[in-house]
């Protein structure tokens, strides 16, 4: 450690439990430089006390600075579970999943039951594209851990990924009851429901988002504009498109929507228009290209209909 203060892995002094009070309140800036302090006196520094600093250094979003002292601490201790699980939860937000995931299993060698290092696992998991790991984990987790909503909802993320539907929805609503983000869960248990046929119930939990003030509320508003195109309220949906493009102009799901609504409706210039600007984005856009061929057709415009529909089957033959 080039001179620096001597990393023990004792019990934690008494003193500790202010640094622990620190992370509980949110305080990680003060928990940081009292750290700091410490350790600029050169006195032996429990490991311990440095994985608290760790996880504070990454709640500040200081990712290289965690992962450096996870580095640090378990050069000296490599089989602490703390500084690995610490680390890999920093490696996961900086998309490192190779090494996060090492770190984990590290973890889970020493100590196969800790149920935040199979939920964090599986998260990367899912991340990934194995879901099969993911749910596995994921259920190790449950199995250690019954009211952590994070394994829950890492969990229905996977199912929902490999067309498991209903078991995605089941565990949104677990997650949900055991105190899980409302607006998170909410928005993808919707999802799933939009899916599965079940557009009334993807409205209530759009509905719910919205009144919790969900930070993605132009997804919201998409996504409740497709549940009304299914049960046919033209209206409704054309409404919550234009608040998901007011939010967000970009939002291609709700132009699509609306031009789907808007040929519904045989407003047909207006949804040759929406489709022209989901062409401008992605000109292989198969659905804007379906869209846009069949009002050409209603509009008497054959040659336009037969070019959309011979760009469609260039992207799909």
């Known amino acids: 450690m080039d001179g620096g203060p001597e990393i023990l892995a004792a019990d934690l002094p008494p003193s500790v439990d202010r640094f622990v009070q620190y992370l509980k309140e949110g305080d990680f800036q003060a928990c940081v430089s009292q750290c700091e302090t410490l350790r600029s006196a050169a006195a032996p520094v429990a490991a311990e006390l440095l994985c608290i600093q760790a996880t504070c250094l990454r709640r500040l979003g200081d990712l290289p600075a965690c992962i450096a002292l996870c580095n640090e601490v378990l050069r000296v201790h490599p089989r602490l579970v703390p500084a690995l699980v610490t680390q890999a939860q920093a490696l996961r937000e900086v998309h490192d999943y190779v090494n996060c995931v090492e770190a984990f299993t590290r973890a889970l060698e020493v100590f196969p039951g ?9 998260e990367v998991y899912g991340q990934s594209g194995n879901y099969a790991g993911a749910i596995r984990d994921a259920t190790k987790a449950i199995e250690q851990d019954p009211h952590d ?3 829950y909802f890492v969990r229905a993320a996977a199912q929902r990924m490999v067309g498991a539907l209903q078991d995605s929805i089941a565990d949104w609503s677990l997650g949900l009851a055991v105190g899980g983000d409302h607006s998170y869960a909410l928005r993808h248990r919707a999802h799933c429901h939009l899916l599965a046929g079940n557009p009334q119930d993807c409205i209530e939990d759009c509905n719910a988002c919205l009144r919790l003030g969900d930070p993605a509320g132009s997804a919201v508003h998409a996504l409740r504009a497709k549940a009304h195109l299914q049960l046919g309220n033209l209206l409704r949906a054309l409404s919550d498109c234009a608040a ?68 469609g089957l260039r992207v799909n033959p």
């Open 244 to 311: 998901a493009i007011e939010i967000d102009p970009r939002n291609w799901e709700a132009l699509l929507t609306r031009a789907q609504a808007n040929l519904h409706i045989n407003e047909l210039e207006d949804c040759v228009e929406d489709c022209l600007q989901l062409l401008a984005e992605d000109e292989d856009s198969l659905p804007a290209l379906q869209v846009k061929a069949a009002a050409s057709l209603l509009l008497g415009q054959y040659s336009e209909c037969i070019s959309d529909c011979n760009a």
């Open 149 to 151: 909503p994070l394994a």
């Open 114 to 122: 800790d149920a935040l290092a199979l939920s964090g696992r599986a």
